[in-house]
């Protein structure tokens, strides 16, 4: 607590230039991916595949691929610059206390005294940020599903129910989101500068709250689950999991196709059951060993306790998070920066607090990409270990065709970026030998299946 304390009366110090500090932190780090873009552009600018995939990636394949890769490149930039500038916009036109100013008054003028304060007033304020910032979402987001992703035949949503997903999401906000917030100003409000603690306590609730409800309300929203039916992949997951000793509840197949061809496959559940996802287009893409090739990956990184080191990591940051926020929360200096002279609202300064946070945020995340692709490495291993190396690596070259994934990175923009290793990297670690098989180069008539470089 003294630390916190002395280190809140060092940053709320008269007249500190917070707006220009966290503008230049934000145009630092916009800077910064920029560059390490550029890196990569160069990179899919080869004309020649990995020696490592030269047997098993045709050549259209491969400039299908780069292509791919360029356009999706030029879209991140451009959207990041988009970004940028609202930003800017927001901050120098003081659309915050505007925004803020607004919700006062519309309160003021419709609602009685007992539902205005600074609780219903952040839910107003909130409720209008949100509104603001996903109407100039649309256009990017519209492009990035109905323009490029349509353009390499990856596309699956229609213009409906790319809608309907919008709206979903935003009234599914509005319910959880509602109770939280105000749940967290309410701990502010009551324990002031020792609130870091409860509020990683009510933090934990909230993780532990969501697994729970996340099966039964948030994803049939949006997918449907179904029981996977008997055959060779059923018997052949319940057998490793049997070996395994993983709690398997149930196994389900999500009808992730009406959206995208992304292929992917998952786990979720509290530590005594599990459930297990297979995605649609991953079974009809895939033969039966090499799903459950996929899968011993991922029961890997439960056997070997990942998941539970990074939940562990996850609560220290959640931690240190709050307990640096209980520093910010009543910085008189960097609210009257952004025209908050009188009022010191909580979410206003969390906002803040978080856009101050960028240059740690840009290190924690390289971090943890780093730990993340060592934990790749070993869930791989542990396929290995259990028989699984051909059906592994067969599966991720299949993939990788399919999806027209990124076959090779610049190691700096993988560093900052990438949570999985690349492709190359992963086949070596695995003792592939290029052209152990011949039907990769068959499937290059195939639709191609759009899949994130950060799968499996």
């Known amino acids: 607590m003294w630390v916190l304390d002395q280190l809140a009366r060092l940053l709320d110090r008269p007249l500190f230039p917070w707006k220009n500090v966290l503008v230049g932190f934000s145009l630092g780090q916009f800077v910064l991916e920029g560059l390490l873009s550029l890196r990569q552009y160069k990179v899919l600018q080869r004309t020649k595949p990995p020696k490592v995939l030269e047997a098993e990636v045709s050549q259209k394949v491969y ?20 970004g940028q500038i609202q930003n800017l916009a ?77 709206l979903k999401g935003q009234m599914l906000g509005i319910v959880l989101g509602a109770p939280i917030i105000s749940a967290v100003l309410k701990i502010v409000q009551k324990t002031g500068n020792s609130c870091f603690y ?8 909230v993780q532990v709250f969501a697994i729970t409800i996340y099966p039964i309300v948030i994803l049939p929203l949006f997918n449907k689950l179904s029981p996977l039916e008997p055959g060779a992949i059923k018997t052949g997951v319940e057998n490793l999991a049997k070996k395994l000793n993983f709690p398997l509840q149930e196994l389900h197949v999500i009808d992730g196709s009406k959206r995208s061809a992304h292929s992917n496959a998952y786990f979720y559940g509290l530590p005594w059951k599990k459930h297990i996802v297979i995605y649609d287009t991953l079974i009809e893409k895939s033969k039966p060993e090499e799903v459950v090739a996929v899968l011993s990956h991922e029961l890997g990184h439960w056997s070997l306790s990942h998941t539970t080191k990074l939940f562990g990591i996850a609560q220290f940051h959640m931690f240190y998070i709050f307990a640096l926020f209980s520093a910010f929360v009543n910085n008189s200096s960097l609210y009257q920066s952004f025209g908050f002279h009188h009022e010191h609202p909580i979410m206003i300064g969390f906002l803040l607090f978080s856009d101050a946070l960028a240059p740690m945020d840009a290190v924690v995340k390289l971090l943890m990409n780093i730990l993340s692709r060592k934990f790749e490495f070993e869930a791989d291993a542990f396929a290995v270990n259990l028989g699984y190396s051909e059906e592994l690596s067969q599966s991720l070259l299949k993939l990788q065709i399919q999806n027209l994934s990124t076959m090779d990175a610049d190691w700096m923009y993988a560093s900052y970026h990438y949570s999985h290793p690349i492709l190359p990297e992963r086949l070596k670690a695995l003792g592939w030998e290029g052209g152990k098989v011949t039907d990769f180069k068959d499937q290059d008539d195939e639709k191609p299946v759009k899949a994130s470089d950060r799968e499996l």
Request: cysteine-free; aromatic content about 20%.
């Open 63 to 82: 400039d299908q691929s780069q292509s791919y890769g360029r356009a999706k490149a030029k879209f991140t930039f451009l959207s990041g610059l988009y």
């Open 198 to 205: 409860y509020l990683w306590l009510f933090g934990v609730f």
């Open 90 to 166: 927001f901050i120098y036109g003081d659309v915050l206390p505007k925004i803020w100013g607004v919700s006062g008054l519309l309160l003021a003028r419709y609602l009685p005294a007992r539902f205005q304060g600074e609780i219903p007033q952040t839910l107003l304020f909130i409720f209008g940020f949100n509104l603001i910032s996903t109407v100039l979402s649309l256009p990017v987001s519209y492009y990035n599903t109905f323009v490029l992703e349509e353009k390499f035949g990856f596309n699956k949503q229609t213009v409906k129910l790319w809608i309907s997903d919008m």
